[in-house]
């Protein structure tokens, strides 16, 4: 009777949901994301100057934020940046990742390797880089809205690209050649083929590249303060010089609001993803 | 069957090099219209390089390729009057059926009526009329496979090319889709080339097969003839089975003698492209032998010989006998009868043939 010495389980030995550490992992893990956030929304509602003690539920520092034209401009410089920025950076790293994928030329791994680095690159040292860069080819400031942006909007795109590259360059590795010879077969032109099948293929790659780009060059902070003049304020350069006064609920609400705008934008993504793998799919 | 005369491809002197390799070395070949024609060979031998340069997806290094009377020389694949079923199907998957079956007309600016008749009449010929609204991840793979076909059809090509394009099917389907192709070539009266390392599927299908190995066509002929008559060692060897000795000849008034060493001697007819001396083997298919008890009679040659090894194959039995010291021989034997009594291991036999049913090789 060798085996009446084991103890003996209920669960399989994969059902790892059923062990402690597993459920401390889980709830640890959660607690660190989401409870400063929380945190944060909840101080936004907060009836008091001071951020510390809870008084009473109150929105009229949403009110507040809404009627602080210096945070509303930034937000707006921060939605015209993300945007164009985003529009740039989707169809420069999309064609990158084409080039990548589809053509084989002298010196490509270093290519390769010089397009991945500004992830890597620590923001500081881009940020100071772009100052310098800016600074030195003269680039003109004080021009009329929105061209005072595009300083601030060509760093983001610097440094937004690249993410863009990787996940479209990582959708096409799944890409089956035999369709494009099969489309060029069938009568398609190159251009033709591009459009009717490339395209939609690498839909999901942009779709999610895009909105990376998007809440990258949003709540970018540190090369935005370097690129940044006087005139051209965005919102997490504008919160952090409020914070420098004091920590009112008005900036947890602004953060709010942000925090809100980056997870519609992602919802709204991810069902445009859903859908397209539905009707694929249903 | 309905093949005319007329040549709808040419091919001559066609080679083809990747850096230091030979894909296909300097091949000359004719396929006739209305010809369901294969390239048979086994993989890497050059065959589907071979059909990918018909399709204009690889460009020959030297020679010419004629396609209805004109040279493809720098005729890009979508100005070919061509079209190709590839071998992991490219039904387009963000497509429905009918938009994948659709597509070449389409690109070609073909008006939409038109477009949706032709749509229809290719999916029934390929018996996917209800199927026109699915996604292709729906479709099972002899389905994706029927889409394939019925996008090529639809654009009415002077050559339908099919690159091993039964290969993912299983066993049963595969069987059955070699009946349908079959049909279907009958019906749209399009010349197919096929590509295959099947040989049943060449043998089954095929007019005419063109039997390929390192890049170099070894014979070009009919089934039958294939089987039956092979040109050379390569072909004898792989198609089918065989059983190869080594062998003299020498002339014996209008007959050959053979000395097959373990074996034994018998004569056979002349061979008008062989001269006794170019002989070195012979050869005998294990289904043209016979396993008796006693001796046959004196009108086959037979040798006695001790059964080493028995395989059950269900329609049929593999029986390996030994011949003298160092000779195998696999005989198959038809399973006709439940009653039939089969031998057994080390029994002592007869195997015999009839003496022109052995082929003569260098």
């Known amino acids: 009777m060798r085996y009446s010495l084991i103890k003996r389980t209920q669960f399989g030995p994969l059902d790892y949901i059923h062990q402690g550490w597993m459920k401390l992992t889980l709830g640890l893990s959660f607690v660190f994301l989401y409870a400063p956030l929380l945190i944060l929304v909840i101080f936004s509602f907060n009836d008091s100057r001071r951020n510390i003690v809870w008084r009473g539920f109150t929105t009229k520092y949403y009110e507040k934020a809404w009627n602080n034209d210096g945070l509303i401009e930034a937000f707006a410089n921060s939605l015209t940046i993300a945007f164009f920025s985003t529009i740039v950076s989707t169809i420069l790293g999309a064609m990158v990742a084409l080039l990548l994928w589809r053509f084989r030329f002298p010196l490509k791994g270093a290519y390769e390797g010089a397009m991945t680095l500004p992830i890597v690159i620590p923001e500081i040292c881009m940020g100071v880089a772009m100052m310098a860069f800016f600074s030195r080819v003269g680039w003109p400031s004080g021009l009329v809205w929105p061209f005072n942006l595009s300083a601030i909007t060509i760093a983001h795109i610097s440094f937004s690209f690249p993410f863009v590259a990787v996940i479209v360059r990582a959708r096409l590795a799944n890409f089956n050649l035999e369709l494009e010879e099969a489309a060029k077969d069938l009568g398609a032109s190159e251009w033709q083929f591009f459009r009717d099948i490339m395209i939609p293929f690498m839909k999901p790659g942009l779709i999610a590249g895009a909105l990376l780009a998007f809440t990258l060059s949003l709540d970018d902070f540190v090369i935005t303060f370097f690129t940044s003049g006087p005139d051209t304020v965005t919102l997490p350069v504008k919160i952090y010089s409020m914070v420098r006064f004091s920590v009112t609920p008005e900036i947890n609400a602004a953060s709010t609001v942000l925090i809100a705008i980056t997870l519609l934008l992602t919802t709204i993504a991810l069902w445009l993803q859903n859908r397209t793998g539905q009707k694929l799919g249903h | ?362």
Not at chain 2, 154 to 174: H, M, Y
């Open chain 2, 1 to 362: 069957m309905n093949q005319s005369s007329k040549t709808v491809i040419e091919i001559s002197r066609v080679s083809k090099r990747f850096g230091n390799v030979v894909a296909v070395d300097d091949n000359s070949l004719v396929i006739h219209e209305g010809e369901f024609f294969a390239l048979l060979g086994p993989s890497g031998c050059g065959k589907t390089t071979l059909l990918r340069m018909l399709a204009g997806l690889e460009v020959p290094t030297e020679g010419s390729i004629l396609i209805d009377g004109e040279d493809m020389q720098g005729v890009p694949p979508n100005h070919r009057p061509i079209n190709m079923v590839f071998q992991s199907y490219a039904v387009f998957p963000h497509m429905t059926v009918f938009e994948n079956v659709g597509y070449g007309l389409k690109v070609t600016g073909v008006p939409v009526p038109a477009l949706r008749d032709a749509v229809m009449t290719a999916l029934d010929q390929v018996q996917l009329g209800d199927y026109q609204d699915r996604m292709p991840d729906q479709l099972s793979g002899g389905q994706k496979q029927r889409v394939a076909l019925a996008r090529a059809l639809v654009k009415k090509p002077k050559v339908l090319l099919l690159d091993e394009p039964l290969s993912a099917l299983d066993a049963k389907l595969r069987e059955a889709m070699q009946l349908e192709l079959v049909k279907l070539q009958n019906t749209v009266g399009i010349t197919f080339v096929i590509v295959t390392h099947d040989q049943d599927e060449a043998l089954s299908m095929a007019d005419r097969i063109a039997v390929i190995n390192e890049g170099r066509i070894e014979q070009i002929a009919e089934p039958r003839a294939i089987y039956e008559f092979p040109a050379n060692r390569f072909v004898a060897d792989f198609i089918g089975k065989m059983n190869v000795f080594d062998a003299k000849a020498t002339s014996e008034g209008d007959r050959i003698a053979i000395e097959a060493s373990d074996v034994g001697s018998f004569t056979v007819s002349h061979r008008e492209d062989m001269r006794p001396d170019q002989i070195n083997a012979v050869a005998i298919r294990p289904e043209k032998t016979r396993l008796t008890s006693q001796p046959p009679d004196n009108s086959l040659f037979s040798a006695e010989a001790r059964i080493v090894n028995i395989a059950y194959h269900g329609k049929e039995t593999a029986i390996f006998v030994e011949i003298g010291q160092h000779t195998e021989l696999a005989c198959a034997v038809q399973n006709t009868s439940r009653s039939q009594q089969l031998p057994e291991i080390g029994d002592i036999c007869w195997v015999s043939w009839k003496a022109d049913d052995v082929l003569l090789l260098e």
